[in-house]
């Protein structure tokens, strides 16, 4: 084995899974992947995140103090989110002393409660254009030394019901490059 990821919810990492994943983490290369996506507990309820926010600071305080590495998800759009929200979720990323981030895009499922909140008019997606903003935004207050493993995601193409844009995930790639390019040079 030459490394190894492990993506886990914070509250299912117990004191003696602690103790493991510290031996294994002096044996190989590894890290531990956090879904937090909100700091917002009253959005994570929307989404059934299943823990609060305090439960994700206890074990990425634990994470850190073990010297694990850790990467924390977070999405971008999802239910009564205003662009505050979303920074503020990356800025509390930010201050857990996270190793790495990955930034997704809500993708709306057919057939999920989501899709049943959108065509009920509860909350509406972003365009790509305000997308690309958040997500060049979040990047420019990341420390120089956060990886960033991901700043899209994409979902399968018959399931998806918003964003379409999602759907063309090299084209969501171009803009962000694009963006990135545009305000280094301001």
Request: a neutral charge; one cysteine or more; aromatic letters at 6%.
């Amino acid at each position: 084995v030459l490394g190894l990821a492990i993506g886990t919810r914070p509250d299912c990492i117990e004191d003696d899974t602690l103790e493991l994943l510290k031996e294994i983490n002096e044996k190989h290369f590894f890290w531990i992947e956090l879904g937090l996506q909100t700091i917002d507990d009253k959005v994570a309820k929307i989404i059934n995140r299943g823990y609060p926010l305090s439960t994700y600071i206890e074990t990425s305080k634990k994470l850190k103090d073990s010297g694990i590495k850790f990467v924390t998800h977070m999405i971008v759009g999802l239910p009564t989110e205003e662009r505050e929200d979303i920074l503020n979720t990356a800025k509390c990323i930010v201050q857990s002393g996270a190793w790495g981030i990955k930034i997704h895009s809500l993708h709306i499922i057919k057939g999920t409660p989501l899709e049943r909140l959108y065509n009920d008019k509860k909350f509406k997606v972003f365009t790509l254009d305000e997308y690309v903003d958040i997500v060049v935004t979040i990047l420019k207050l990341l420390p120089d030394k956060m990886v960033v493993h991901r700043v899209t995601g994409d979902g399968k193409k018959d399931e998806v019901v918003e964003p379409k844009w999602s759907l063309n995930k090299r084209k969501v790639l171009n803009e962000i490059e694009k963006e990135l390019k545009k305000r280094e040079n301001i």
